[in-house]
């Protein structure tokens, strides 16, 4: 019998989609994405991570931002080429976050990536389909940034259950975060809401906060268009050493908290 358009539509869709690694057992896949690099994707990544690990749910990271990896930098993590007979092994962070990323296996961490898109989404499907990650509650994806060829292929291998967009109070001024909420909805993942980075900083003299873009547009933006806040970061120069000396767990502050409070109902206790 002819299948009817929708069911030749999911049919697509699934095919698209990779198989996962038989010995992985994943409860839910929640993937970052900005409208725009450079906005401080990795660092909620890594942050996200954190602060579910910290709350005892088993972690894991897969860094899909093929070209620009620095997942494994923010953890401390070097090379990592490991593997048996049921596939690759991911590496694990010091409290334990599994994680996998390009730069881990390349030999020089320096060379770039030249792929085009449908190589880099056939990266993103292997560490989807070839890494055995074991059991995981919540697998962090950092995607590639921007909303063009590569992030939309990246979306069509993974079974992402939602996605949390970073943005930057500049973002909001020039619709940028909007363009990624639109990507969401167009491939009908949940948007879990906003995290705004560099949002304000913070004086060291008298802790006030300045608002260095302006005032924060990301309230009236939120209400606006019934979109979550899920935290806000200060540009704060001692969260770059930590990222840079490869310390993200080391970073005290709970910036996340509401964030973890919706992922934490995602998991069926
Ligand atoms: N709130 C912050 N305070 C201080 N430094 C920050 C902050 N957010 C990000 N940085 C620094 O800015 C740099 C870029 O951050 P990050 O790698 O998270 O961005 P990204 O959006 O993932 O970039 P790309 O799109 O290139 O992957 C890093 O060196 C990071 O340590």
């Known amino acids: 019998m002819a299948k009817k358009p929708e069911e030749f539509k999911k049919q697509m869709e699934d095919n698209m989609k990779a198989a996962p690694n038989p010995n992985s057992h994943v409860k839910k896949v929640i993937g970052i994405v900005s409208g725009k690099g450079g906005v401080g994707k990795s660092l909620v990544t890594g942050l996200s991570a954190v602060a579910m690990n910290k709350k005892g749910y088993k972690t894991a990271i897969m860094d899909a931002d093929i070209t620009g990896p620095s997942i494994p930098k923010m953890f401390g993590i070097g090379k990592f080429n490991v593997g048996d007979e049921t596939g690759l092994l991911p590496a694990a962070t010091t409290r334990g976050t599994k994680v996998m990323s390009l730069n881990m296996l390349m030999e020089n961490e320096t060379d770039p ?44 291998s993974l079974p992402v259950d939602g996605i949390i967009v970073v943005s930057t109070p500049q973002d909001l001024v020039e619709m940028i975060v909007e363009k990624a909420i639109n990507m969401a909805n167009m491939m009908n993942i949940p948007v879990l809401g906003i995290v705004e980075n560099m949002s304000y900083m913070k004086c060291p003299h008298c802790g006030e906060a300045i608002n260095i873009f302006g005032n924060s547009k990301i309230e009236s933006y939120a209400a606006s268009n019934g979109i979550d806040i899920l935290g806000r970061i200060p540009l704060d120069p001692s969260i770059a050493g930590l990222c840079d000396g490869g310390k993200i767990e080391e970073i005290s502050e709970d910036y996340l908290d509401s964030l973890a409070y919706i992922l934490d109902g995602m998991i069926e206790k």
């Not at 990650?133 to 590569?150: A, E, H, I, L, Q």
């Open 113 to 156: 990536v030249v792929w085009r898109g449908p190589v880099i989404a056939g990266i993103v499907k292997q560490f989807w389909s070839d890494v055995n990650w074991g059991d995981v509650d919540f697998m962090f994806v950092d995607m590639p940034p921007g909303t063009g060829d590569v992030p939309l292929t990246v979306f069509q």
